[in-house]
Nanobody
Framework: VQLQASGGGLVQAGGSLRLSCAAS????????AGWFRQAPGKEREFVAF????????DYADSVKGRFIISRDNNKNTVYLQTNSLKPEDTAVYYC???????????????????WGQGTLVTVSS
């Protein structure tokens, strides 16, 4: 599976961006998908997860209530709607896919086999 993330940019605090992750190659709908982010000088951290059937999602506490993950398996695309953005949300956002089973594994990067190249989100104060 090849993943291509897009939709990042510069936005003012309180604004919104919709990130997209387009998949190609093997059947994307067989895999769970997640978003992670990495800010300068910090480790990569979990942001959001959605299982293959869209019946289960999970979010980091820092984005819960502000971000929404969704997927369209017909379009082989996963989305991350980011709302009420804060300067601390500034990071490179990565999408990932893999055989993640359940939300207990969702935040573990090693459970994801495929990664996109990342898209930069910059939130100004």
């Amino acid at each position: 599976v090849q993943l291509q993330a897009s939709g990042g940019g510069l936005v003012q605090a309180g604004g919104s961006l919709r990130l997209s992750c387009a998949a190609s190659g093997r059947t994307f709908s067989n895999y769970a998908a997640g978003w992670f982010r990495q800010a300068p000088g910090k480790e990569r951290e979990f942001v959001a997860f959605i299982n293959w059937g869209r019946s289960s999602t999970d979010y980091a506490d820092s984005v819960k209530g502000r971000f929404i993950i969704s997927r369209d398996n017909n379009k082989n695309t996963v989305y991350l709607q980011t709302n009420s953005l804060k300067p601390e949300d500034t990071a490179v956002y990565y999408c990932a896919a893999g055989p993640v089973v359940g939300t207990t594994q969702a935040s573990r990067p090693e459970r994801y086999d495929y990664w996109g190249q990342g898209t930069l989100v910059t939130v100004s104060s």
